[in-house]
């Protein structure tokens, strides 16, 4: 089967920077890239997208976002990464990845003094 496994997350506090990472494994897993998102959900909230990149390396965000995160990918496996700068509290949160069939199980971010 296929899965998706994110990475990176933790506590930082306002302005701080994290990287997450979503590696894909399972049979061919790498072989092929379309697209994958990342997504997150706060507490008490619905999840909301995040970014997406697709199979020709462009790049989408959410309008709050944008200029803050950057999506890539990388390596053999074409892992998927997302690079979160000045980060704020209201960036707390499950982040979670999908190439549209499948997802990862979610890495917490916690933004706080």
């Known amino acids: 089967q296929v899965q998706l496994v994110e990475s990176g997350g933790g506590l930082v506090q306002p302005g701080g920077s994290l990287r997450l990472a979503c590696a894909t494994s399972g049979p061919s897993a790498g072989a092929i890239f379309k697209s994958m998102a990342w997504y997150r959900q706060a507490p008490g909230k619905q999840r909301e997208w995040v970014a997406r990149i697709t199979a020709a390396g462009s790049t989408e965000y959410a309008d709050s976002l944008k200029g803050r995160f950057t999506i890539s990918r990388g390596g053999p496996k074409n892992t998927v990464y997302l690079q979160m700068n000045s980060l704020q509290p209201d960036d707390t949160g499950v982040y979670s990845c999908?190439?549209?069939?499948?997802w990862g199980q979610g890495t917490q971010v916690t933004v706080s003094s």
């Open positions: 999908s190439n549209g069939l499948n």
